[in-house]
C-alpha cells in the first residue's frame, strides 16, 4: 500500500480527469490524499474525500486577451504566482499525510518544488498534451523565456542542482491522451499515454424527453468562456435554426440566448458525458477534457479555439482527420452551419473518430495511469 498525495491547481478541466485515477488508486488498496482549492475540490470530489487545504489565488483574465498576450498572462500572473502561493500548503499537507509519491498537475508547479524539498518521486499529470506537443518549438525565443521564468523558480524555492523541466517528471509523465490525437512526444521525458480518463455525469436536472431520433448538435464554449462565447454561441443558434431535421444541446454558462426555436435545448449546465453519449457531432472551443470526451465516443467535432491549448489541440483533431476547424471571432452562422453538415456528412470524419476511440481504448484510461503510478511509488 502506498500513499499518494495529488497536487491540483483551481481548475476544473485539471482535477476531473485525476478523479477517476484516484478512485482506481483506492480500489487497489492505496490511500489518496489531495491538496488544492479546497471548496472547488469539495464540490468535484465525492464526499469523504481527504483533502488538505491550500491557497490558490488566481486573477481574473480579461476575456478580450488572447494569442500570446494571453500566454504570457498565464505563466506571469497566475502560474508563476500560483507556485509561489501554494508551495507552502503542499509542504504542510505533506508534512501531515506522508505520501511516499507525488502526482502533480503540470499546472501545479509548486508540488514539484515540494517534491525538491523533500526527495519524493513524483509524477506529472498532463491533462492536456499541448505542452507534450512542444508548441513553443518554432517559437524559440518565447520558449527561452518560458524556460527562464521556470529555471528562476526553480532557484528561488526547489533544488538549484536539478536540471529537468519542471513541467515533466523525470520518472513519469501521465498523458490522457494518445498518440492517435496528439501525436509522438516532442519532449525528452518518460511519457505514457494513457488515453482520456472517463468519469461520471456530473448529477444535473435535464429534459431528456425533449430528445428525439433526431442527430443531435452539442455546442459548449467552456464555462470560462461565457462572455467572449456569447456571438459565437449566437451564431450556432442561428445556423441550428435554419435545420430543423437537427436537434441540438447548447450550454450556455450566461444565459446570453433567448428566443430558440423548439429543436434547440438552451441549458446554463448539462450532465456533459451523458449527452455526448447521444451525440452525432460536437461544436466546441477545443478544450482538451470536451474535445477527449467527444473522441471517446467516435463523436466527430467542429473546433473553434479561442486561446491557451485550444488551437494546439484544434490543429490535432484536423490533423487526425476528426474534425474541421473554424476562427471563433470571425465564425459567423453560415460558416458554422457549414461545417456542421460537412461533419455529418463526410463518413471520414466519423470513421477517424472511431479509430482515435479504438486507441483510447487500448490506452487503458485510468487503470492503466494507477498501474504506471504503482510502480513509481
Known amino acids: 500500500m502506498t500513499r499518494y498525495l495529488l497536487v491540483v491547481p483551481p481548475f476544473v478541466g485539471h482535477i476531473n480527469p485525476l478523479s477517476a485515477v484516484a478512485a482506481e488508486l483506492v480500489e487497489r488498496g492505496h490511500q489518496v490524499a489531495w491538496a488544492g482549492d479546497p471548496d472547488m475540490l ?32 498565464l505563466w506571469e500572473h497566475t502560474l508563476i504566482p500560483l507556485a509561489q502561493a501554494m508551495l507552502p500548503g503542499v509542504l504542510a499537507a505533506i508534512e501531515q499525510w ?17 517534491a525538491h524539498r523533500t526527495g519524493l518521486p513524483w509524477a506529472t499529470s498532463a491533462t492536456t498534451s499541448s505542452e507534450i506537443a512542444d508548441p513553443l518549438a518554432a ?16 532557484l528561488r524555492f526547489g533544488d538549484p542542482m536539478a536540471d529537468h523541466d519542471l513541467r515533466f517528471s ?36 435535464f429534459p431528456w424527453d425533449r430528445l428525439d431520433h433526431r442527430p443531435l448538435v452539442f455546442v459548449s464554449v467552456g464555462t470560462l468562456n461565457a462572455d467572449s462565447g456569447a456571438g459565437f454561441l449566437a451564431g450556432c443558434v442561428t445556423a441550428l435554426r435554419e435545420r430543423p431535421d437537427l436537434q441540438a444541446v447548447v450550454v450556455d454558462p450566461g444565459g446570453t440566448l433567448d ?6 435545448l438552451v441549458r446554463r449546465e448539462v ?7 447521444r451525440a452525432a457531432v460536437v461544436v466546441c472551443h477545443a478544450g482538451h477534457n470536451t474535445v477527449c470526451e467527444a473522441l471517446d465516443r467516435a463523436v466527430p467535432l467542429v473546433v473553434a479555439p479561442i486561446r491557451d491549448d485550444q488551437p494546439v489541440i484544434a490543429d490535432q483533431v484536423v490533423r487526425a482527420g476528426a474534425g474541421v476547424r473554424l476562427r471563433f471571432a470571425h465564425a459567423r452562422a453560415a460558416q458554422i452551419g457549414s461545417a456542421i453538415d460537412n461533419v455529418l456528412s463526410d463518413d471520414s470524419y466519423r470513421t477517424a473518430a472511431k479509430r482515435i476511440q479504438e486507441s483510447f481504448a487500448r490506452a487503458g484510461g485510468a487503470r492503466a495511469a494507477a498501474v504506471s503510478l504503482e510502480a513509481l511509488g
Request: net charge negative.
Open 139 to 154: 517559437m524559440p525565443a518565447v520558449s527561452r523565456w518560458v524556460t527562464g521564468l521556470l529555471t528562476e523558480l526553480r
Open 170 to 205: 523525470p520518472h513519469l509523465v501521465l498523458a490522457f491522451t494518445t498518440e492517435a490525437l496528439a501525436g509522438q512526444a516532442a519532449v525528452s521525458a518518460p511519457v505514457r499515454f494513457v488515453g482520456p480518463s472517463r468519469r461520471a455525469a456530473t448529477p444535473v436536472d
Open 259 to 264: 428566443a430558440v426555436p423548439d429543436h434547440v
Open 98 to 114: 506522508e505520501p511516499g509519491a507525488l502526482v502533480v498537475d503540470q499546472q501545479a508547479l509548486a508540488g514539484v518544488l515540494a
Open 271 to 277: 450532465p456533459q458525458t451523458d449527452v455526448l453519449d
Open 42 to 73: 469539495a464540490r468535484l470530489l465525492p464526499e469523504g474525500s481527504t483533502v488538505f487545504p491550500v491557497w490558490c489565488p488566481v486573477p481574473e483574465r480579461p476575456a478580450d486577451v488572447r494569442g500570446f498576450a494571453a500566454w504570457k498572462f
